[in-house]
């Protein structure tokens, strides 16, 4: 029961808030509520350390082999973690919104269905819970995003859904043709794993499941969805969005793809892994031609991601755990990124690159901790991307020079994009059309936030271990295989 | 050729308490000067409720020259009753007329799932059309609901034509009308049976026949829309199915009779181009209607491969993928169109801001439109869901990524339905919020609600095989 | 069997379109003047629709006569035959009257049955 409370809970919440009478109840009572929850899911670290987490099943098997089953590993688990941070951290900026209760609701829904994706065993419940995320997120989008949000809701929703259908597919051709080879019906994803499955079938289903997962990532030829988005979202949901949902996609790489069609995944390696190549350098050249901020972080998204993916595919223990790594990274150093211009839009209204100016002197504190989440960002070393990125190249290193090169190059065209941005906001005069003027600078409830993300950036940056205590035995089993 | 035995009467129970509802129903019109419907609704839905108990009651399956009971036919029987009801619970007939043609439609459906020889069948289809055509018409004058009672009545009286020419070329190659196996395949049974499947798809809307459908389901009021679109479509699978068995004992545990090939051979293709068809129309609908009909012929083809599964793998279970669909099909179109009802919404343009002005009710429509989209954790996803992977356990690959596809072009007008209702303004057409149903069609919503929410659990559909074959 | 059809349907069609074509083919070929191709009416131009308006009810007493004769069609061998047959056929027999004349009843009540 202990994993169940982790998605039942903000279930069974966002029905109540949604049914509060007052919104400023509802308000307090989400934000009470996800605090609970974090903390929940950290104490959850006690259990899993006596292996009392391994499994978690109820009912029984339906003839097909459905069962409801739920695990986590370290990795799951830390991207429980992650979610549940960032829903805390996503409905604290997003306090002084004018919003009905519908939005804690969607908010604490959307909680539900990730932690139901990361913890699911079974990979029917996988599925539902994946496609569960996606309601919650149309709403976000579709009625406090901005201007352009109309569209952006629904074009998220049918091009995310498509990625589904070729995942489900590729799911139930799995199940099918695993009962074809062994008799047995069923779909456990470790009774899956290494399924006697080969030959065009094997491939079809592999390149139906990549394909689903791939959507969601994004990976270079179908990331089409995430620029508008993420910027027709409102800051909270970008957070959300960015922070855990694109981790769904790298968590079905390496829950599902990695461990069912071992092989496979090693003859795909320059593929999969060229492709994250092609996502670090795309993202990084389309990030440094955008003059919308967050457009611009919607880009560096695409970008660390293909970091995730190129150490995923290296199928080392040190670049799986890099990734893994990298994933945690990505969602405090991009989610940090996406508040701090959610703050700075709520205050000007605007968010163009060319909008401010001298921002540097007038709100010295904003100006700090953009500064250091940026250069998390980046990749400074000291700081918890530097880490991951290396982690993760390292791990390529050992399999595939040429990529591991180009890697590298993304990481200095990284900077390439972050620091012209920060210089353009921060430093450059302010012209006259400039919305610097009269900007306040952050209150005490942003700055415990930010201090919130940059203590973590900095625990991770210089003393990771704790946490690559948590990845690594998962990523080096997977890499075992 | 049987003996001519006379068929037991307690076969046919609840088709007498259905008629003795219609008598009654008529009873109570003549009686009174201005008639409210409400006792003839009660007396109906008290009709329709008996003979569902007595479903149940008799012997789990038996089987005659003219009639069976039990199995196959039970199932669907069961289906019908279902709709009866909830268009009785919903109508708010003003008479008794409604009330009594709905129970002649019913009667008409139950002797067309009972039916073990052709005639039989083809006076249950008669009865059970005839009186759909006056209740499109419904009680008061409209140019719209003439035209489309009309046209559904000429379209409707050129299927049965074709039936009886169907039926008298069986007749002239094998000699018997009884619905049994006529030994191999040749030209004139393969006629015969294009004939006569032609009929049937024309009760559902299937591709090359679906002219009059959209026209007929935007005149009529929305409830019975929802009947004709639930249980007519559940009819006229049952007749394809019938018609492509041809076994006069079929007993769904058991083994079934030799399918013909020539049915099969075309229904994948009907079913792609049905589906295809609707969803790619509904797409530029502006009246909600209209849309949820185009929706309906799209969710036909859908069944058509369901039906083809159950044909192509010809193993008894199959079948619980086909009667899932029908039922989850049956909850959440009926909970659409209710809602188009009370609300008295016909047009996208008065959904507008609609979620503003009423959010329960929206909220209901909402979870309708997701569950015919097919989105988890609804009941539509479950019964989509099954019916791909049952196509992929068989040889249908390609139609199972039909389906797939054709269930994103859904959720594209779906979503965009939902859009309009949540995220517009409320525009100079949109009703207020006074959503007052009455406590029977309050009850309905409910169960429609609560069906729909049922995707989380995937024995679902074992449930539903066991409950209907108890 | 298949034979027997097409066969049928060919001889059909040939004589429908013998029958439509011949007059044109070998028919005199003469336009005729405007006047004399119109309808005769003892002189006068023709006036008003040449189709009369007819009376709805005559359908509905058709559809009635056809009812009430299928139900004789079926009460003549049953009152022939009633002495061999079963109880339950008196049974049925007689639930089928007394519908039909519940139906006669009603349709009495709503003046179904009125002329104009």
Known sequence: ??????????????????????????????????????????????????????????????????????????????????????????????????????????????????????????????????????????????????????????????????????????????????????????????????????????????????????????????????????????????????????????????????????????????????????????????????????????????????????????????????????????????????LLVGMLYERAHRRGLNDFGELASRTPIFAFFFAFILLSSIGLPGLNGFVGETMCLAGMAKASLPLTALGLIGTVLAAA????????????????????????????????????????????????????????????????? | MNALTPVPLSLLAPEIAVTLALAAALAVGMKSRPSNGLLARAFGALGVLAGLILFFWGPAYSDTWLLRSGGVARAWQVFFHLAALFFLAAHEARGERPVALLLGALLGMDLLAAANDLFALFIGLELMSLPLYLLVYGLRPDKRKLEAAVKYFFTGGAASGLFLFGLSVWYAETGTTALAPGGLPSPGTSLALALMGSAALFKIGAVPFHFWLPDVYEASEPELSA??????????????????????????????????????????????????????????????????????IAH?????????????????????????????????????????????????????????????????????????????????????????????????????????????????????LVRTMTLDEPGPRTPDGSFCPSAAAGLVLLLCAAASLLGFIPEAREWLFTLLTL | MATALIVNLLVVLALAAGMSLASPLFGPRRTLPREKGLPYETGMPPFGAPYGRMTASYWRFAVLFVVFDVDLAFLVPWVLLRRHLTFEAMVSMSAFLLLIGLTLAYLWRKGALECD
Not at chain 2, 238 to 257: E, K, T, V, W
Request: net charge neutral.
């Open chain 1, 1 to 338: 029961m202990l994993l169940t409370w982790l998605w039942l809970a903000p279930a069974l919440a966002m029905i109540v808030v949604w049914a509060m009478p007052s919104r400023g109840l509802a308000r307090g009572t989400a934000l009470l509520f996800s605090l609970g929850l974090f903390a929940y899911s950290l104490w959850l670290l006690a259990p899993y350390s006596e292996g009392l987490l391994h499994l978690e099943e109820l009912g029984v098997a339906g003839p097909l082999g459905i069962r409801y089953r739920l695990s986590v590993d370290g990795i799951a688990l830390s991207l429980c973690w992650l979610s549940a941070l960032l829903t805390v951290l996503s409905l604290a900026a997003s306090w002084k919104a004018d919003v009905p209760n519908a939005f804690w609701a969607s908010f604490l829904g959307l909680e539900a269905a990730l932690m139901g994706v990361f913890c699911a065993r079974d990979l029917f419940y996988f599925y539902l819970f994946w496609d569960i995320a996606l309601i919650p997120m149309f709403f976000i989008i579709g009625l406090w995003g901005s201007s352009g949000r109309r569209k952006a809701s629904l074009k998220f929703v049918l091009y995310t859904f498509l990625g589904s259908l070729s995942l489900l597919i590729g799911l139930l051709a799995l199940v099918t043709l695993h009962h074809q080879a062994t008799g047995v019906w069923t779909w456990d994803m470790s009774a899956l794993e290494k399924t006697p499955i080969a030959g065009r079938a094997a491939l079809w289903t592999y390149a139906a499941l990549a394909l689903g997962f791939a959507v969601k990532i994004p990976v270079f030829p179908l990331h089409n969805w995430l620029p508008d988005a993420h910027t027709e979202a409102p800051a909270a949901g970008s957070v959300m969005l960015a922070g855990s949902m694109l981790k769904m996609g790298l968590f079905g790489f390496l829950r599902v793809l990695l461990p069912v069609f071992p092989d496979l995944s090693a003859a795909a390696l320059p593929v999969l892994g060229g492709l994250g190549v092609v996502n670090i350098l795309y993202g990084a050249l389309c990030a440094m031609a955008q003059s919308d901020l967050k457009r611009l972080v919607a880009f560096t998204s695409v970008s660390h991601l293909g970091f995730c993916l190129v150490g995923l595919f290296s199928l080392t223990a040190a670049g799986i755990a890099g990734a893994s790594l990298q994933m945690l990274n990505h969602g405090l150093s991009t989610g940090g990124l996406f």
């Open chain 1, 417 to 481: 994009y972050g620091l012209p941005a920060f210089q353009a906001v921060f430093w450059a005069p302010a012209g006259p059309g400039s919305a610097s003027p009269g900007l306040a600078d952050l209150d005490l409830r942003e700055r415990l936030i930010l201090w919130t993300l940059v203590a973590l950036i900095l625990w991770l940056g210089l003393y990771p271990r704790p946490m690559l205590e948590l990845l690594e035995p998962a990523a080096s089993a997977l890499a075992q295989r």
């Open chain 2, 227 to 296: 009947f004709m679109s639930t249980a007519v479509k559940a009819a006229g699978v049952l007749l394809l199915m019938l018609l492509s068995i041809g076994h006069s004992s079929f007993d769904p545990l058991g083994g079934s009779g030799a399918a013909f090939p020539n049915l099969g051979a075309w229904l994948p293709a009907v079913s792609a181009a049905t589906m295809t068809y609707g969803n790619l129309m509904a797409l530029r609908q502006r009246s909600v209607r209209r849309l949820l009909a185009f929706s309906s």
């Open chain 2, 300 to 416: 036909a083809g859908v069944l058509l491969a369901a039906l083809w599964v159950w044909q192509d793998g010809g193993h008894g279970t199959e079948l619980s993928t086909l009667w899932f669909y029908l039922g989850a099909y049956l909850f959440m179109n009926t909970g659409a169109f209710l809602f188009l009802a009370l609300s008295g919404i016909s047009e996208v343009e008065q959904l507008k801001g609609y979620g503003a002005r009423a959010p329960w009710p929206a909220a209901f429509f909402a979870l309708m439109l997701f569950s015919l989209g097919g989105v988890p954790p609804t009941a539509g996803f479950l019964a989509k869901f099954y019916v791909i992977w049952d196509l992929l356990k068989g040889s249908g690959a390609w139609l199972a990524a039909a389906v797939a596809l054709n269930s994103l072009l859904g959720l594209g007008y779906y979503l965009s």
